[in-house]
């Protein structure tokens, strides 16, 4: 079974870049057949799909985020990223990282979401 846990610091500076890592276990993101996917919830919101990268390796993002997000892996840590940059407090949030599956847009795993906030 797959799991993922996000990691990364809480806190971060407005104008500074938000670094997150997704950790996978029970799964490579190479070889499983998912869109490994980032997603967030700013307080009192739905959830904000962000973009994935998915076990071919290419990338997607959504237009809204797309001028300052980066998602990539390390393929040897079984790993996956989350830059954002230019943050502002508007990127406070909760983020998840996700398991999509690539035939039924179904997000099959999650990790539990990390709390991450934007303030000087």
């Known amino acids: 079974q797959v799991q993922l846990q996000e990691s990364g610091p809480g806190l971060v500076k407005p104008s500074q870049t938000l670094s997150l890592t997704c950790t996978v276990s029970?799964?490579?993101?190479?070889?499983?057949?998912?869109?490994w996917s980032w997603i967030r919830q700013p307080p009192g919101k739905g959830l904000e799909w962000m973009g994935n990268?998915?076990?071919?390796?290419?990338?997607a993002y959504s237009p809204s985020l797309k001028s300052r997000t980066s998602i990539s892996r390390d393929t040897s840590k079984n790993q996956f990223s989350l830059q954002l940059s230019s943050v502002t407090p508007e990127d406070t949030a909760v983020y998840y990282c996700?398991?999509?599956?690539?035939?039924?847009?179904?997000?099959?795993?999650w990790g539990q979401g990390t709390q991450v906030t934007v303030s000087s």
């Open positions: 996700a398991a999509r599956t690539v035939e039924n847009n179904e997000y099959k795993y």
């Open positions: 990268i998915v076990y071919e390796g290419t990338t």
């Open positions: 029970g799964g490579s993101i190479t070889t499983s057949y998912y869109a």
